[in-house]
């Protein structure tokens, strides 16, 4: 059974930051690419961010130059750091793994999602 579970969300003020955690199990982890997804109230599912198996990274214009995601293979593991943290970044935040090595837009599986909420 493939399992993703976030950790690591909260409150923060506008300019913090945060560190979310995404381990995975029930899949070969380094094969796979990940990303995170987030979705607000009222709006559409963004994809923040991903990274091949091999490191690649890509960011949504939004979030470039203050997130940056991580992948720790031998701890099956995915990380968001998210600093400068503003209040629209205010969202669910969701990891996602695809169904290769790169990111070409198909998700396998979602993880249940963890609260990101920044106040001003």
């Known amino acids: 059974q493939v399992q993703l579970v976030e950790s690591g969300g909260g409150l923060v003020q506008a300019g913090g930051s945060l560190r979310l955690s995404c381990a995975a199990s029930g899949i070969i982890f380094r094969i796979r690419a990940m990303g995170w997804y987030r979705q607000a109230p009222g709006k559409q599912r963004e994809l923040v961010a991903t990274?091949?198996?091999?490191?690649?990274?890509n960011y949504a214009n939004s979030v470039k130059g203050r997130f940056t995601i991580s992948r720790d293979n031998a701890k099956n593991t995915v990380y968001l750091k998210m600093n400068s943290l503003k209040p629209e970044d205010t969202a669910v935040y969701f990891c996602t793994g695809a169904s290769g090595s790169r990111w070409t837009g198909p998700v396998d599986y979602w993880g249940q999602g963890t609260q990101v909420t920044v106040s001003s």
């Open positions: 990274i091949s198996s091999g490191g690649s990274t």
